[in-house]
C-alpha cells in the first residue's frame, strides 16, 4: 500500500466519523535513488475487465488532496488557438472539503495499476496531481511510424515516473477540442480529447487510468467540451454547441456518470476562438468565457448552483484568466485594450492584476503585471502571496502580493500552470515540435525540467 493510499483510507476512516475533513498539506519528499530500469515488454492497450480491475472494492469518490491537494492549477492561455491541444483552464490551489450538507462520497479501495518504464521520446500535453505525491501526465510517445497516446504516473512527486497504460485514443491537432486530462482522487479520472473535425471525446477510468470507457459527450456529438475540472465529490464541464452564442454547463457526481445541466447558459460571444476557464475552490467555483476578449461567466453557488456572472476583466477589452486562493480571495490578470478601450486607470496593451475578497463579487486593482505575457495564465499558490503569470517568454512572479515582479522562468510557450501545494507547481511547456513538464518545489522561486 502507497502512502497516498493509506491517507485515502485514513481519511476515509475520519470522514464516516466526522464528516468531513481538511487536509493539511504534507511534505513533499527528498528524491529517492532512481530506481533500475528493465527492459520494456511490447506495447499493448491494457483493457482488462472493469469488474476485474475493481474486484478488491467498488469505485466511487473520495474527497482528494488537491494537485491542488485537490489537483494541480491548471489554466490554459486564453486567446488564439494553439497549433497543439492544451488543456482546460485551471483549478483549486487549496485543499477542498465536504460541507456536513453534502453527502459524503462512497468510500473505494485504490486501484494500482501495472506500471512499466516511461518510452523514450515522450511527449506531455496535460497534468493533474491529487496530492503532493501522485500525479499523472498525459502525452504522446513514438509508436512504430505514428505517436500513441501514452499516460505515465508518479507516486513520488514528481522525482520518477513510470508508464501506466495507453488511453485509446488519438490526441492529434485536429478538431476544436481541447486535450486535458483530471484526476478526482487514486483511481477516478477523465480524458477529454478532439473527436474529428468538430466536437470532443469524453472517457472515463476508475482503476486509476489503467483502463478507459468512453462516455457519450453531455452536450451531443458536436459539442466541444471547453473545460472540465472536479472537486468536493463533483465534476463539471463546460460545452460548446456550434451555432450557439452561450455555452452549456453540465455536473455530475463524481461516484457516477449521470450529467445534469444547469441552468445558467453565459455568452460564447460571437469571436472565432472560444475558449472557457473553470476554476474551483471547494463548493465553490468560477467559469470565465473568452472569446478574444472576456464574454461571459457563472458562478457556482453552493446553496443555488452554477447561475450567470459578470467576471473581472469584461471592461478590459482583452483576455483575462482567473486563480483562486480560498472561496473567497480570487485574482485575475487582464489584458488591457487589446481590442478596444482599456478599463480605466490603466494603459492599452499591458496587463494589471485585479484582487476580490468576497468571492468575485467586486475585484479591485492591484496594479500592472511587469513582464507578462499578453493571454498569459496565472496561478496562486494558497497561503500565500505568491502569484505567478506564464505565457510564450516564461513565467514571472511576484511574492509580495503584486508590488513588485521577477521573471522566474524562461521556459517558452508555457500553456499551463498551477500550484499543488504553497510550495508544489507544475507547468507545461509547449514548442512547434516538443513539449516539456515544468515543476516548483520552492514555492515558484526556480522551476526546473522534469525528466521522465
Request: hydrophobic share 35%; glycine share 12%.
Amino acid at each position: 500500500m502507497t502512502d497516498d493510499e493509506l491517507v485515502e483510507a485514513l481519511r476515509q476512516t475520519f470522514r464516516d466519523q466526522a464528516g468531513s475533513l481538511r487536509p493539511s498539506a504534507g511534505a513533499v519528499p527528498s528524491p529517492p535513488s532512481r530506481p533500475r530500469r528493465v527492459p520494456r515488454p511490447g506495447r499493448r492497450f491494457a483493457l482488462a475487465s472493469l469488474a476485474t480491475a475493481l474486484a478488491a472494492g467498488t469505485a466511487a469518490a473520495i474527497v482528494a488532496l488537491n494537485d491542488h491537494p485537490n489537483q494541480a492549477h491548471n489554466v490554459s492561455i486564453a486567446g488564439e488557438a494553439s497549433t497543439v491541444p492544451v488543456g482546460p483552464t485551471v483549478h483549486r490551489v487549496a485543499p477542498s472539503s465536504i460541507p456536513p450538507s453534502s453527502p459524503p462520497p462512497t468510500p473505494s479501495t485504490a486501484v494500482t495499476p501495472p506500471a512499466s518504464p516511461v518510452p523514450s521520446g515522450f511527449q506531455p500535453l496535460s497534468v493533474t496531481f491529487v496530492s503532493a505525491r501522485t500525479g499523472w501526465v498525459l502525452g504522446t510517445a513514438p509508436c512504430g511510424r505514428s505517436r500513441c497516446t501514452t499516460l505515465v504516473r508518479t507516486t513520488d512527486a514528481g522525482y520518477t515516473w513510470t508508464e501506466v497504460s495507453q488511453p485509446p485514443m488519438t490526441l492529434t491537432t485536429q478538431g476544436t477540442g481541447r486535450t486535458s486530462i483530471r484526476f478526482y482522487d487514486l483511481n477516478v479520472g477523465w480524458i477529454v480529447a478532439p473527436a474529428g473535425p468538430e466536437g470532443s471525446a469524453l472517457w472515463t477510468s476508475r482503476d486509476g487510468g489503467k483502463d478507459w470507457t468512453e462516455e457519450p459527450n453531455p452536450g451531443g456529438a458536436s459539442a466541444t467540451i471547453e473545460a472540465l475540472e472536479t472537486s468536493n465529490g463533483l465534476v463539471h464541464l463546460v460545452d460548446l454547441t456550434p451555432g450557439k452564442g452561450v455555452d452549456q454547463i453540465f455536473t455530475s457526481p463524481v461516484s457516477q456518470d449521470s450529467w445534469a445541466p444547469a441552468q445558467a447558459a453565459p455568452s460564447f460571444g460571437a469571436g472565432p476562438v472560444p475558449n472557457s476557464q473553470i476554476v474551483l475552490f471547494g463548493s465553490s467555483g468560477w467559469i470565465v468565457n473568452v472569446n478574444r476578449t472576456v464574454v461571459g461567466g457563472a458562478r457556482l453557488d453552493p446553496a443555488t448552483g452554477w447561475t450567470t456572472w459578470t467576471p473581472p476583466c469584461a471592461d478590459a477589452h482583452g483576455p483575462g484568466s482567473l486563480a483562486a486562493s480560498s472561496a473567497s480571495d480570487l485574482y485575475a490578470i487582464c489584458d488591457e485594450g487589446v481590442w478596444g478601450s482599456p478599463a480605466a486607470g490603466t494603459a492599452p496593451n499591458s496587463q494589471w492584476l485585479y484582487m476580490s475578497s468576497d468571492g468575485g463579487i467586486r475585484f479591485a486593482a492591484v496594479g500592472p503585471v511587469r513582464g507578462g505575457d499578453p493571454g498569459g495564465a496565472i496561478a496562486v499558490a494558497a497561503g500565500t502571496e505568491t502569484i505567478e503569470q506564464a505565457g510564450n517568454s516564461g513565467i514571472v512572479a511576484t511574492f509580495d502580493g503584486g508590488k513588485s515582479w521577477a521573471k522566474v522562468s524562461g521556459a517558452a510557450g508555457i500553456t499551463y500552470l498551477g500550484f499543488t501545494t504553497a510550495t508544489q507547481g507544475v507547468a507545461i511547456s509547449q514548442g512547434t515540435s516538443s513539449s516539456g513538464l515544468l515543476m516548483t518545489r520552492d514555492g515558484g522561486h526556480t522551476w526546473v525540467s522534469t525528466t521522465f
